[in-house]
């Protein structure tokens, strides 16, 4: 049977060794190869022909491109520099703004004015925003005129009760207190906390302990008494039909009579900076006396970071300034900054919070000032008036009153 049907190679291969087909086939076949190895050669030259203009135009492109961007600055491989700027804030209010004479306006004008220039100064001299922040808030924790260190406001029991927050953009390290009675810069003590603390955050008889075993200055109640104060304190205690009690210790009697005080009643007291550095760093600082007439023991929003206080190199920094609990209900220094994080500007960002989210609490009240890596520093308030003030690199002092 297999010599009847033989395979279709067997066949071809007899076809190939025969004489005169196999030798016309033979030939046909190199003919066909060397006819097609011709044909790619061909090819091959027309697709570089055809690829040669694009490759040219690309290089040409390629060098016009480096030609117009310039010579590499020396500086290239490192990182872009920063403009430094910095920001504060005195407080925020309603009714007292309307009754503000020229002689009140300009005493927080120049307090504004010194606070402003103790921080540019560090930041005019290359020092960290850190550092900038702290010493602006220093400065207005020693001025009897706002709501923190001398000056602070007292709790129901008649002492004082003052709080602060501190917080580093760069490493999100961050140090606050809370109802420290005797430390004469809280906002220095925060700090301690971040830097000598394995904490974030330490309060009461235990952080004025701390307070005294690192060093820092203390002072006794009368230091941070003021009349002014003190008499606003006595009119809210009455007014809520509840006892007046005794003056701090050290401190003398009181005038015979209101009218001889002469003072500015100020609601929201706090104050606070934002700075950048010249690396493009950010910080931000908050410290406060409280609320007036407030139970002991109560703490607000100043010292609570993500509430009053928050800095993040990522977004922002901000400091705030209103009624605590409202700020703290709504994480609202935080969110600030996540509104950046997520594409709006710092100015967007705080006016929504401010003007939309805060008031939507009834009796949510205040303002804050915030501060991007790059940009100006920005502000926003839903109370008639809040004291501010700003310096960036390369312009003069801008301050606020009204």
């Known amino acids: 049977m297999g010599t009847h049907f033989c395979a279709p190679g067997r066949v071809f291969g007899q076809i190939l060794r ?167 810069h809280p906002i220095s003590l925060a700090r301690a906390v971040m830097e000598h603390t394995p904490y974030v955050m330490m309060v009461g008889p235990g952080a004025d302990e701390f307070s005294r075993a690192q060093g820092l200055e203390q002072q006794l109640p009368s230091f941070f008494f003021t009349e002014m104060r003190w008499q606003e304190f006595a009119a809210i205690m009455r007014a809520s039909g509840r006892s007046v009690p005794p003056r701090p210790a050290g401190v003398g009697p009181g005038p015979m009579a209101l009218s001889e005080v002469h003072g500015f009643t100020h609601r929201f007291g706090t104050v606070g900076a934002v700075a950048r550095d010249s690396e493009g760093h950010l910080a931000a600082a908050t410290s406060t006396g409280g609320m007036q007439g407030k139970m002991p023991g109560r703490v607000g929003d100043s010292p609570l970071i993500g509430a009053g206080t928050y800095a ?49 609490l009834k009796g949510g009240e205040g303002g804050v000032i915030v501060m991007a890596p790059t940009g100006e520093p920005v502000w926003s308030s839903n109370t008639l008036g809040m004291f501010r003030a700003k310096e960036e690199e390369g312009s003069g002092p801008e301050i606020h009153v009204k």
């Open 18 to 184: 025969s004489e005169t087909w196999g030798t016309r086939l033979r030939t046909r076949m190199r003919e066909s190869c060397a006819a097609g190895i011709k044909m790619v050669g061909m090819m091959t030259r027309l697709r570089s022909v055809l690829y040669m203009p694009f490759l040219l135009t690309t290089l040409c492109a390629a060098h016009v491109a480096v030609y117009a961007a310039g010579p590499a600055a020396p500086n290239a491989d490192k990182a872009q520099t920063h403009g430094w700027a910095i920001a504060i804030h005195g407080g925020a209010g309603e009714s007292e703004w309307e009754h503000m004479d020229a002689a009140t306006a300009s005493a927080y004008h120049d307090s504004l004015a010194k606070a402003l220039a103790a921080g540019s100064a560090v930041l005019k001299g290359h020092g960290k925003a850190l550092d900038a922040v702290e010493a602006a808030v220093k400065v207005l924790e020693d001025d009897p005129l706002f709501n923190a260190g001398r000056g602070s406001a007292f709790a129901a029991d008649g002492k004082n009760e003052m709080d602060a927050a501190i917080m580093d953009g760069a490493t999100l390290a961050a140090g606050s207190v809370a109802d420290v009675e005797f430390t004469r």
């Open 312 to 360: 993040s190199d990522r977004s922002c920094a901000v400091s705030g300034t209103g009624v605590g609990e409202y700020f703290i209900r709504l994480t609202l220094a935080r969110q600030v900054c996540t509104l950046v994080e997520q594409g709006q500007t710092p100015q967007q960002a705080a006016d929504r919070m401010i003007h939309s989210e805060l008031p939507a």
